[in-house]
């Protein structure tokens, strides 16, 4: 049976019901307008408009979960010996993340956060957490695009406040 | 009624200057900039999976992250050097002092074993 989606800007897209069922957003909607697997007439009639999420993340995010539509609900966590907790980013996810420039990850980010696809959430976060360990500040500054509103003055009171005290 | 309104008018008065006394210029919430238009779960989650050397250097790069940082350093607390207490073995040599892993104690809490190479940094300059 398959499961229709409405995009931000009116694409649909027809999902597998499995592959919908891995949104934790879906499938309570679905719940909500009594859709089921065994009623063809509830799903053919109903479409779950999804105003969050715009065609091109939607695109993406339905490419991820064809992949792991197969896969155990799992949360794999290593603590490495500094006490950072990290995930377990598969190959294929990093191969799948890694052409993404920061901006589309955020985006991605933002659509998995709404629809709350676990999985997916910890890949990007993992990846992004990955993005930005040993950079230096303006550099994570200018992948992020932010600009500084603090004070030189305030910037060296935080520096002092965490630094480590063999610096 | 207006001594009530004046009275409410006030402490809203004295809780924006606390709040923009923290910082000089007003804080900027830009649209290009790719973080903002995450909420701060998201941004937490990512925090998360970073080191104290990181939320370091992302703790001065804007107000928003600084904030954050501190709410992430919550799941191992970054203690000031002062507040550690050094034990030595007591065999009375203070050449051969050792500092004993299981001795080493935050005033009022013991850290967490996973923390211990980053003791190792705090107690390197200590004594």
């Excluded at chain 1, 999420?53 to 155990?72: G, S």
């Excluded at chain 1, 890949?123 to 040993?134: E, F, L, P, W």
């Excluded at chain 2, 006394?21 to 998201?42: R, Y």
């Excluded at chain 2, 207490?85 to 040599?93: A, I, L, S, T």
Aim: proline residues 2%; aromatic residues 6%; charged residues 35%.
């Amino acid at each position: 049976p398959n499961v229709k989606l409405v995009t931000s800007d009116n694409e649909e897209f027809v999902v597998d019901f499995r592959i919908a069922k891995m949104s934790v957003t879906v499938s309570r909607l679905m719940e909500a307008m009594n859709m089921s697997e065994t009623d063809d007439a509830s799903l053919l009639s109903n479409s779950i408009p999804l105003p969050n999420v715009t065609k091109a993340v939607m695109a993406r995010v339905i490419e991820w979960c064809e992949k792991h539509k197969n896969d155990e609900p799992k949360e794999e966590k290593e603590n490495d010996k500094r006490g950072r907790t990290t995930h377990v980013v598969s190959d294929w996810d990093k191969e799948f993340l890694k052409n993404d420039e920061f901006g589309r990850l955020c985006q991605l980010m933002g659509a998995a956060n709404y629809l709350e696809i676990k999985g997916l959430f910890n890949d990007i976060s993992q990846t992004i957490a990955n993005m930005i360990h040993g950079k230096k500040s303006d550099e994570i500054a200018e992948m992020f695009n932010i600009h500084c509103d603090l004070t030189e003055a305030e910037k060296k009171e935080i520096r002092k406040k965490t630094a480590w005290c063999e610096d | 009624d207006l001594t009530v309104k004046a009275s409410v008018g006030e402490t809203c008065a004295s809780t924006c200057d606390c709040l923009t006394n923290v910082f000089k210029k007003q804080g900027i919430i830009a649209e290009e900039d790719h973080i903002s238009n995450l909420p701060d779960d998201c941004l937490l989650e990512i925090l998360k999976l970073c080191d104290h050397d990181d939320l370091d250097e992302l703790s001065c790069i804007s107000q928003r992250l600084y904030a954050i940082t501190i709410q992430s350093r919550k799941h191992a607390v970054k203690e000031r050097w002062n507040m550690l207490v050094k034990q030595f073995r007591p065999n009375g040599d203070r050449s051969k002092e050792e500092v004993t892993w299981s001795s080493v104690y935050c005033v009022g809490r013991q850290r967490k074993r996973a923390d211990i190479e980053d003791w190792k940094r705090y107690v390197r300059c200590f004594g």
